[in-house]
C-alpha cells in the first residue's frame, strides 16, 4: 500500500523526533493520522521547535479514548509496563482497524508486531518518503544523519550507516 493512501494511529515519538530535524511536512502524506489526547499532551510537553504544528496538519485527527475501555484493554493484552499514550495508540489500532502504528519505543514495536500491528519509526517515515519519490536519496541521507545528530531520539552510528547503505542498494536496483 502506498503511503499516501495508508492511515496510520501515532505516539509522541515520530511526530516530536520529524519535528525536531525539520521534516514533519512527511507527515501530510498518510491519509490520515489518529492520535489519542495524550499524545498531544506529551507533544506539547516535549516539543523543542515551533518550526510545525504537526497537531494542526489536516491529516490528524485527535480521538479521546474511554478511561475504563482502555483498563479492559490493558488487562486483556498485559500493557502495564507502557505508557499512557502508548496503550492508547495500540488500542486505537485495534478498535479503528487501523494496522500501522507510528512509533520508535522499541518496547511498543515489539508488542506491536504480536498484535499484528506493523510498527514503522522516524526511520521508516523518511525511507517510505524516499521510496515513494517524495525526497530524493541525498535528502533521505541527510534527514536520517539528522535523526542521529540533531533529534531526541536514540539511534546508533551503526543503524544509520546500514539504513543508508540500504538505501544505496535500493536506489541501484531501480
Known amino acids: 500500500m502506498g503511503i499516501k493512501k495508508m492511515s496510520v494511529v501515532s ?10 530535524i525539520g521534516c514533519a511536512q512527511l507527515l501530510l502524506q498518510f491519509k490520515k493520522i489518529y492520535t489519542p489526547e495524550s499524545v498531544c499532551d506529551e507533544y506539547e510537553k516535549h516539543k523543542r521547535t515551533s518550526d510545525a504544528d504537526v497537531l494542526n496538519f489536516k491529516n490528524v485527527k485527535h480521538i479521546s ?39 520508535d519505543d522499541l518496547a511498543v514495536r515489539d508488542i506491536a508486531s504480536n498484535m499484528g500491528i506493523t510498527p514503522v519509526g522516524s526511520l521508516g517515515v523518511i525511507i517510505k518518503s524516499y521510496r515513494e519519490k517524495t525526497i530524493s536519496l541525498p535528502q533521505a541521507e541527510k534527514l536520517i544523519f539528522d535523526l542521529y545528530e540533531t533529534s531526541s531520539l536514540f539511534v546508533t552510528r551503526t543503524i544509520v550507516e546500514l539504513v543508508i547503505e540500504e538505501l544505496k542498494k535500493y536506489e541501484k536496483s531501480r
Open 65 to 103: 479514548v474511554k478511561e475504563s475501555k482502555l483498563k479492559d484493554f490493558i488487562r486483556q493484552y498485559n500493557l502495564g509496563e507502557l505508557h499512557l499514550g502508548e496503550t492508547e495508540c495500540l488500542y486505537l489500532c485495534q478498535n479503528l482497524s487501523v494496522d500501522v502504528i507510528l512509533t
Open 11 to 20: 505516539d509522541t515519538g515520530p511526530l516530536l523526533h520529524l519535528s525536531e
